[in-house]
């Protein structure tokens, strides 16, 4: 009985990790607002949507990445960027019916005396 059990649960959980692993077949939109900034955002579908931002210019910038689509609840998170560094920002992609995740990133400059948080 305990094998049964135990070939059951194995089972359920390789079934549900591959589930969640198809979660890859849907296109992203992303579209950027830079505000005449040098910085560069890329986009990566998968059950992780991955987004980097690129700070290439020589300012300071705050950017703010939006998600949105699919049956998934509207997202924004903040990436605080130093110049010539990079910010990953993910969001977890849990509908499987997904066919587009609009992706929006909007970025300003920092003034001089604005401390970036830490990461969280």
Do not use: H
Not at 52 to 80: I, M
Not at 100 to 116: F, H, N, R
């Amino acid at each position: 009985m305990r094998t049964f059990r135990l070939a059951l649960l194995v089972t359920a959980s390789i079934a549900s990790a591959g589930a969640f692993a198809a979660i890859d077949n849907y296109s992203i939109d992303l579209r950027q607002e830079t505000g005449g900034l040098d910085v560069v955002a890329t986009a990566t579908p998968g059950p992780l949507a991955q987004v980097d931002v690129t700070n290439r210019s020589a300012q300071r910038v705050r950017c703010f990445v939006d998600f949105e689509g699919g049956k998934l609840t509207p997202w924004r998170k903040e990436a605080w960027l130093e110049p010539g560094t990079v910010a990953r920002v993910n969001r977890r992609v849990n509908d499987p019916d997904i066919e587009k995740l609009a992706v929006q990133v909007s970025c300003g400059t920092l003034s001089p005396d604005e401390a970036i948080p830490p990461v969280r």
